[in-house]
């Protein structure tokens, strides 16, 4: 049995890999200022405002260089001045070690001309960088675009998750080594969906043939998605669904490259959001949800708008559709579990009302929510319900 690896890292506000990377000292990547530049070469300038401006060298006087950029002209040292490619393609280059220069300016240039043509994606060797659209692109995601990618050469196709997950599953057959994929970047940088769409590739080239009503292991591990989400992702400045725990998931294929198991671990969670959250930032989705579960004679549909209205997951790329899946399943069995875990969802009530409100209002929400609360727990199926546990020990 051979493994496929995707370990997330939690994003941070600091320099944390991915888009991070590209800028000098994250990794180390010094860049020396050539010395061939002479008056007339055309270069990249360092500029408070614009990150980097272009522009033609007019006077070169010892360490000073005058250049001319197209707003304004600007003296500086030659230690910031870096050479611009006057060939650069206009559409960019798909691998940017094709790069006349691979320097910060050069290739924060090409991602920019990548991603004004919608072309998220760009390689560097067997690198993928990606950038977020912050919108969506379902044309880069549909079903036969999986079709494309199976078996093609890396590189033959343009820069894409499913490559890079292709590459991985390839490899694992032909080597017979188990293979992991890291993702990583800065919070809101777009880890969480970039790993979705490896999972949804490797489930697609894995995945069992269907047994009438059972569950395949890859559409479990599909849709533990949302249900993780609830427990360890929250609203952030940054972003509306931020992952605040790091997250290894481990898919195990049999001998014919069928998958056979999963195991998914999570580490890392901001365990300090569940007592303290500033404005505007929101604490775990869970609360939120379990505040909106229904009451007696609730339809379905009342019910997950809204928790999808609740939960902020209108701009999440495919958790509102997940949710939409599984809602109708949660939704029965929140009605059919009403009487479990009294104690536990006290201090979860607790909890709830202790965020925002005063004591006699923490009260009040506690007699209220306790019922819901209940059948919130239910939902998740979460056995030893870990997370409640956790912040039990914190509040107890
Ligand atoms: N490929 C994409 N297509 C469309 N939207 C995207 C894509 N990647 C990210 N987004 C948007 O950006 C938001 C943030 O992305 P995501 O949650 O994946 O970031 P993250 O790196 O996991 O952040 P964090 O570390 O805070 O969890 C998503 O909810 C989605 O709205």
Known sequence: MHLVQLIERPGSEECGGGVSWLTRGCMGWDMVAPSNIVVGSVVWVEDPEAAWLDGEVKQINGEELTIKCTEKTVVAKASNVYPK?????????????????????????????????????????????AVNPFQRLPHLYANNMMEKYKGAAFGELSPHPFAIADSAYRQMIKERISQAILV???????????????????????????????????????????????????????????SRFGKFVEIQFNEKGRISGAAIRTYLLERSRVCQVSDPERNYHCFYMLCAAPSEGDEPKSFMDRVTKEVNWEDNVDASVMWNKIGICVYKRLRKNLAESK????????????????????????????????????????????CFALWYTMLG
Do not use: W
């Not at 559409?91 to 991603?115: I, W």
């Not at 007699?367 to 998740?380: A, D």
């Open 184 to 242: 990583s970047g800065e919070s809101g940088a777009g880890k969480t969906e970039s790993t979705k769409m490896l999972m949804q590739y490797l489930a697609f080239m894995g995945g069992q043939e269907k047994i009438s009503g059972k569950r395949s292991v890859e559409q479990k591990v599909l849709e533990s998605n949302p249900v993780l989400e609830a427990f360890g992702n929250a609203k952030t400045v940054r972003n509306n669904n931020s």
């Open 85 to 129: 490619d006057p060939e650069f393609p206009s559409s960019g280059v798909e691998d940017m070690t094709k790069l006349a220069y691979l320097h910060e300016p050069g290739v924060l240039q090409n991602l920019k001309c990548r991603f004004d043509m919608n072309e998220i994606y760009t390689y560097t060797a067997n690198i993928l960088i």
């Open 343 to 386: 104690g536990m969802a006290q201090h979860v009530g607790v909890h709830h009302g202790g965020m925002r409100r005063e004591a006699k209002e923490a009260e009040r929400v506690v007699r209220e929510t306790r019922v819901r609360v209940v059948r919130g727990i239910s939902i998740c199926e979460i056995p030893d319900l870990h």
